[in-house]
């Protein structure tokens, strides 16, 4: 690990001397070349880090660097990971984001949540309990989101090149631009469930736990 790093910082940074982000941070630490879009880490779960990093205040985003190395190594080739990144964004977004934005969540909700059902052999028709859960909460925006859908399934593969990016896209949006006290603890925390979420579908059983870079907190 080198000895000092950059601040971390919003967007792309062509070099350490300018800066760097999240993902930034962790291609150096998982020995990579410089990118914002490292081969150690889940393409969607980076877009999430990248996105947290980015909607974060700057005054917030300081608390983000520990996580860093907990990213690292978590990859998987599975669907069912994006959809279950994808769901939790859109969860954790649609009770805090505004009334506009709450539709837009409650699809997502709903489609990611059948992309899971067809994966895992289950009806469609029923809900996932968190999914069931968040849209009882919002029976407006879920009523306008069943109208809005109606019978379409997308497809896995659609679901993960298209819409899935523009889920957490959203949410990440919607909760840093949300009416609450704290935005940057809600979009930590997202970052945080995800990835230890991630880390219990993909390492292997008795793999080590990523540590927290030192002198950070975490």
Known sequence: MPSVLPLLSRGKHRNPRKGACFM?????????????????????LAALARHVNDHTSDAGRERL?????SVIGLTSDDPRVDARIALRCAITALPVVSAERQRVMAVSVLTADRVLADLDGRPAARLAA???????????AARWAERFIGGQRPSPQAFVRRSAPRIV?????????????????ILRGLLVGTVEDCAAWMRPAGAPAAVLLPGRAG
């Open 24 to 44: 930034e941070l962790a291609s150096v630490l998982a020995g990579e070349r410089w990118s914002d879009h490292p081969a150690c880490t889940h393409p969607l």
């Open 65 to 69: 660097a520990g996580l860093i190395p």
């Open 169 to 185: 896209s959203c949410a990440t949006a919607g909760i840093a631009a949300a009416c609450v006290p704290d935005p940057d603890e």
């Open 130 to 140: 968190a999914g069931a859960q968040a849209l009882a909460d919002v029976p407006d």
